[in-house]
T-cell receptor
Framework: DADVTQTPRNRITKTGKRIMLECSQTKGHDRMYWYRQDPGLGLRLIYY???????NKGEISDGYSVSRQAQAKFSLSLESAIPNQTALYFCATSAFGGIYNEQFFGPGTRLTVL | DQQVKQNSPSLSVQEGRISILNCDYT??????FLWYKKYPAEGPTFLIS???IKDKNEDGRFTVFLNKSAKHLSLHIVPSQPGDSAVYFCAASALSNYQLIWGAGTKLIIKP
């Protein structure tokens, strides 16, 4: 079984709808991240969490919110989706204390906002 | 302004030859550099890393070179194999900040 799972894998929604992307991990890592990938821009950090009570905004948090329900679960919400939030979304985890901050990624969720 | 740049969107290399992927950065505070590989419909997977105190790190067919004065790193793959066809991302981080800053990626195509 995959160490980092994301649901759904694909989602098409309409402008103004609320949507939640979910991430679960079995790696036992404390740190979790949400990124989005757009063509030509690489990965950009939306939110990150170093433990259940520690949530931090990343580079592009506007229009997004997150919830860390447990060590293993980190959800990303779009309260009112807009077309420029169409992107590939990745969840990642890392262990506390790793100097390289090596991150382990889920398979991604392809979100389309019409 | 992008702090980590991969200026080649794609690269085509003959099987068995050397693949060289390049990455430039602007922030002198970066301490660690990582290369990730990504296949379609999968998340990025870690490939190799290097600390700023080193100028070279090898792992099998993969070698990363770091030139701090030029703020440049490169990933060498020798020999290139068909399974190496993927998108390669360069990422950097500073010890004071655990965030990874990513380049836009280079799509490597290995021709038979």
């Amino acid at each position: 079984d995959a160490d980092v799972t994301q649901t759904p894998r694909n989602r098409i929604t309409k402008t103004g709808k609320r949507i939640m992307l979910e991430c679960s991990q079995t790696k036992g890592h404390d740190r979790m991240y949400w990124y989005r990938q757009d063509p030509g821009l690489g990965l950009r950090l939306i939110y990150y969490s170093f433990d259940v009570k520690d949530i931090n905004k990343g580079e592009i948090s506007d229009g997004y919110s997150v919830s860390r329900q447990a060590q293993a679960k980190f959800s990303l919400s779009l309260e009112s989706a807009i077309p420029n939030q169409t992107a590939l979304y990745f969840c990642a985890t890392s262990a506390f204390g790793g100097i390289y901050n090596e991150q382990f990624f889920g398979p991604g969720t392809r979100l389309t906002v019409l | 302004d992008q702090q980590v740049k991969q200026n080649s969107p794609s690269l085509s290399v003959q099987e068995g030859r050397i693949s060289i992927l390049n990455c430039d950065y602007t922030n002198s505070m970066f301490d660690y550099f990582l290369w990730y590989k990504k296949y379609p419909a999968e998340g990025p997977t870690f490939l190799i890393s290097i600390s700023s105190i080193k100028d070279k790190n090898e792992d099998g067919r993969f070698t990363v070179f770091l030139n701090k004065s030029a703020k440049h790193l490169s990933l060498h793959i020798v020999p290139s194999q068909p399974g190496d066809s993927a998108v390669y991302f360069c990422a950097a981080s500073a010890l004071s900040n655990y965030q990874l800053i990513w380049g836009a990626g280079t799509k490597l195509i290995i021709k038979p």
